[in-house]
């Protein structure tokens, strides 16, 4: 049983590309109220479900409440976008470093689509800085975001950084949405 019918969006994506592996350790991003973090507590054993299997990490932020899960850790009233949630993370994360990041963060809609689609954008942008400080050489970000005129430069800096980068539009996804999510795979760390 999910809390949110978001979770089949990440189980149709994972199903096709396995972004989530046991032993894997996951960031979630904007997790209230929690059905992405139980679809991936699931994939990367976070609870220790299969004994035979690497018991994954699952971290979950949200600036709401985020109610307790099994196997997952969360920082609820934590924005993502703010450098001391960054350092926190790096405190939590085994070998300070994460396989893969998700987000499903969304800003409070304001009803006009420009400004909420570049409002996306911007907080897409700040993964690829949370990226550089957690995300292990080799690692994956999906991020959803609402299509619009910004869009191809979110992509191309995800390409700058990440060998792959494609479009999605989970099937769980209402059809006359605005919402895709790009797949950023095999994370080539910056040189500094
Ligand atoms: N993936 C979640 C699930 O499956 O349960 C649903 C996520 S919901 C669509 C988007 C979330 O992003 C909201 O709970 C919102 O509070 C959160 N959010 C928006 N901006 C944020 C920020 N700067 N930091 C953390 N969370 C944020």
């Given at each position: 049983?999910?809390?949110?019918?978001?979770?089949?969006?990440?189980?149709?994506?994972?199903?096709?590309?396995?972004?989530?592996?046991?032993?894997?350790?996951v960031?979630?991003c904007?997790?209230?109220?929690?059905a992405?973090?139980q679809?991936?507590?699931?994939?990367?054993?976070?609870?220790?479900?299969?004994?035979?299997?690497?018991?994954?990490?699952?971290?979950?932020?949200?600036?709401?409440?985020?109610?307790?899960?099994?196997?997952?850790?969360?920082?609820?009233?934590?924005?993502?976008?703010?450098?001391s949630?960054?350092?926190?993370?790096?405190?939590l994360?085994p070998?300070?470093?994460?396989?893969?990041?998700?987000?499903?963060?969304?800003?409070?809609a304001?009803?006009?689509?420009?400004?909420?689609?570049?409002?996306?954008i911007?907080?897409?942008?700040?993964?690829?800085?949370?990226?550089?400080?957690i995300?292990?050489?080799?690692?994956?970000?999906?991020?959803?975001?609402?299509?619009?005129?910004?869009?191809?430069?979110?992509?191309?800096?995800?390409?700058?950084?990440?060998?792959?980068?494609?479009?999605?539009?989970?099937?769980?996804?209402?059809?006359?949405?605005?919402?895709?999510y790009?797949?950023?795979?095999?994370?080539?760390?910056?040189?500094?």
């Amino acid at each position: 049983n999910f809390r949110c019918r978001s979770a089949f969006k990440l189980l149709e994506i994972d199903d096709k590309f396995k972004v989530l592996q046991p032993g894997h350790s996951v960031v979630d991003c904007g997790a209230a109220p929690g059905a992405w973090s139980q679809v991936a507590a699931q994939r990367v054993n976070a609870a220790g479900t299969d004994p035979e299997l690497p018991r994954g990490t699952v971290i979950g932020i949200d600036l709401l409440n985020i109610p307790p899960l099994d196997g997952a850790y969360f920082l609820s009233s934590h924005d993502v976008t703010d450098p001391s949630t960054h350092t926190k993370l790096l405190e939590l994360l085994p070998n300070h470093q994460a396989h893969v990041i998700l987000s499903d963060m969304a800003p409070n809609a304001s009803g006009f689509q420009a400004m909420d689609h570049e409002k996306l954008i911007v907080m897409c942008l700040s993964l690829i800085d949370l990226a550089e400080k957690i995300l292990r050489p080799g690692g994956s970000l999906l991020c959803k975001y609402w299509d619009g005129i910004l869009a191809h430069k979110l992509q191309e800096k995800l390409s700058s950084v990440f060998s792959s980068v494609r479009t999605l539009k989970p099937n769980a996804s209402r059809k006359d949405s605005a919402e895709r999510y790009f797949l950023a795979r095999t994370y080539r760390k910056p040189a500094k």
